[in-house]
DNA sequence: CACTCGTGGCA
DNA sequence: TTGCCAAGAGT
């Protein structure tokens, strides 16, 4: 790792924020420095790219104008708003922080980044965003891009997946960071991290700040961030039970805790909860669970095994096999059954994953 | 601290 | 097909 003296420091803000001004990007949250604008897109924005978020952050906003709009939401509009997105808890989260501000804020936002964090949802980075570009406090917002702008200018080779590394980045780049312009110094950041200075195809040669870009320099940029790799997806088989009463599809609302919380699918059930051997043929499959929704939901399902290969999945960290059946539910009363039943147009309205989508499209259902 | 939590794009 | 990346936070 190499350190800047004074005069290189102000050398470098000028030359990035003189970029940003001619080259910074139009955004549709960068009309206007409004905290609550910042916010939504700030959070939009985690672990998605700009193109994905553009035109979720458009109708959010005709949806949910302001703080109060979000806070008085029916949650379900709010995860059909956010559909697609993933991460779901992030829209659920900013729902709690809305009433949060409303009930224990007098409706002010605090305008540090050290009290915005307090807030659910807002960490170390969307604290230092929303603190810097609409408050004007001068601390750094660590994201991936700078991870990557910074350890390469710098060869800085702490291991960015490390929780300690972030103190590390944030005292180097509290040292750089323009005490004028936070807002615009980070932001550029994220600029410059998207347009010369990405991960794998690096432009370095026509970045405005090539010379403070030591790895560059030394020609071993894609050496930087150091960073250890993530174990790969664990397998996971699943039936999905596409079944009708009266006509009607029965969907299942998954609990309010962990992976898709709240989203509506169709009974999913994992292949191993169903005691099977470990070479069952399809009609054994399709006994196990015509025997789990009686006993689980008090459901009598007539259910028939459905050709083809199964949908395929993958999660970060999970990547599901999905072997639909489909079916046919007596009618009776869903008391131990968490879920309904919903015509073809109700069933639209509801907020679904990717993968039911994906499930739907693969069996062809309507 | 290590793990959980979605989806789309790209080589 | 696989692996990795993209404006992270909660537990």
Not at 10 to 19: E, P, R, S
Not at 30 to 37: A, K, L, M, N, Q
Not at 154 to 162: F, Q, R, W, Y
Request: net charge negative; hydrophobic share 40%.
């Amino acid at each position: 790792m190499i350190e800047w003296d004074a005069a290189t420091i102000k050398d470098f803000q000028t030359t990035l924020l003189d970029w940003f001004d001619q080259e910074g990007r139009d955004l549709p949250w960068r009309h206007d420095h409004e905290p609550y604008h910042v916010w939504v897109s700030e959070i939009m924005l985690q672990q998605t790219q700009v193109q994905t978020v553009i035109p979720y952050y458009q109708r959010f906003m005709k949806l949910f104008p302001t703080v109060a709009d979000l806070a008085a939401a029916p949650e379900s509009q709010l995860l059909k708003a956010w559909e697609g997105l993933g991460y779901y808890s992030r829209v659920r989260n900013m729902q709690r922080c809305a009433k949060q501000l409303l009930t224990d804020y007098d409706g002010q936002w605090p305008q540090t980044a050290a009290e915005l964090t307090e807030l659910i949802g807002i960490g170390p980075y969307t604290a230092g965003a929303i603190a810097s570009i609409a408050f004007n406090e001068p601390v750094p917002a660590v994201d991936g891009n700078a991870y990557r702008v910074f350890s390469r200018l710098l060869k800085i080779d702490a291991d960015i997946a490390k929780p300690q590394t972030r103190a590390l980045f944030e005292h180097v780049i509290s040292q750089i960071i323009s005490h004028e312009r936070p807002g615009d110094f980070n932001q550029a950041i994220m600029d410059l991290g998207s347009s010369y200075m990405t991960a794998r195809q690096p432009d370095t040669a026509h970045s405005p700040v090539k010379r403070f870009n030591q790895a560059y320099l030394d020609g071993d940029e894609l050496a930087y961030p150091v960073k250890t790799k993530k174990p790969r997806p664990k397998p996971v088989a699943y039936v999905a039970v596409l079944a009708k009463m009266q006509d009607r599809w029965l969907m299942t609302k998954r609990p309010s805790n962990g992976m898709l919380a709240n989203l509506w699918t169709v009974p999913l059930i994992p292949i191993a909860d169903l005691g099977l051997d470990d070479d069952y043929q399809p009609t054994d499959l399709v006994t196990a669970v015509e025997t789990y929704f009686k006993r689980e939901y008090q459901l009598q399902l007539t259910a028939q095994y459905l050709a083809g290969r199964p949908v395929i999945h993958t999660f970060t960290h999970q990547k599901w096999t999905i072997q639909g059946l489909g079916g046919q539910v007596m009618l009776s009363d869903l008391a131990y059954f968490a879920g309904q039943t919903f015509s073809l147009s109700e069933r639209q309205r509801l907020p679904m994953p990717k993968v039911q989508e994906k499930i739907f499209a693969h069996y062809e259902t309507d």
